[in-house]
């Protein structure tokens, strides 16, 4: 596959570059606890996660509530797991191997560099602090900065207009096929981590430009040689 060469990555940030799955079990345990509702396992977490907090509490909430008892406890369950993740932000998650080794090596080479999740901002950006990322970043866009989230190509195309890049010139980076969808819509190359959630599904049967190991892993495909 020939590509055009990246003026820009579009970095997702669950998944991508930091496996949350610790986060999001601790948060959403404790406030299922303050609500007396059953807890969720990991596998849960694993197959849920990726498509922002409103879609992670109703499904969540689903698991014992009808349509009408999803609504009706939805503002508390937010207020609850929005406290939760805030105090745990980071201390249950790790660094995927590579990830700073490839953010590093990606500047390096002068391109700029976005994170583009579906992940709250005001979640986002503290997590990135606190694993050492943030500066990595020239920008970074949560769920919550454009009125759609991925699967939806609106993230990406505003944010190839943020960054004043074309979107044939500025690759996705992530872990599943919201990624994906997002990026085939928007007209950007996307590359996809073998290692990440994707709702539980094998990540290979997700069409994409190609497929990383690592983060760090671009030069052992020939994509850049010098």
Not at 31 to 42: N, Q, W
Not at 57 to 77: E, F, K, N, P
Not at 182 to 198: D, K, S
């Amino acid at each position: 596959m020939t590509l055009s060469p990246p003026q820009a990555l579009l970095i997702d940030l669950d998944g991508t570059l930091v496996d949350t799955r610790g986060d999001f079990l601790l948060a959403l345990n404790g406030m299922l606890a303050e609500l007396r509702l059953p807890p969720v396992d990991e596998a849960f977490v694993e197959h849920t996660v990726g498509q922002g907090s409103e879609h992670l509490l109703r499904s969540t909430l689903a698991l014992s509530q009808d349509a009408a008892g999803v609504d009706r406890w939805y503002d508390a369950a937010w207020a609850a797991y929005e406290r939760h993740y805030l105090a745990i932000n980071g201390q249950a998650s790790v660094l995927f191997p590579g990830v700073v080794e490839g953010l590093r090596a990606l500047r390096a080479r002068g391109l700029r560099l976005g994170c583009l999740t579906n992940k709250p901002t005001h979640f986002a950006r503290p997590l990135l602090a606190h694993k050492g990322l943030l500066d990595h970043f020239e920008q970074v866009w949560g769920g919550d900065a454009f009125e759609r989230r991925k699967p939806h190509p609106m993230p990406l195309l505003k944010a190839c207009e943020a960054l004043g890049t074309v979107p044939a010139h500025t690759w996705m980076v992530g872990d599943s096929s919201n990624d994906a969808q997002a990026a085939h819509a928007a007209g950007c190359p996307v590359w996809l981590m073998t290692y990440g959630f994707n709702h539980g599904e094998p990540i290979h049967a997700v069409p994409a430009a190609g497929y990383l190991d690592r983060l760090d892993h671009w030069p052992a495909l020939g994509l850049w040689t010098s």
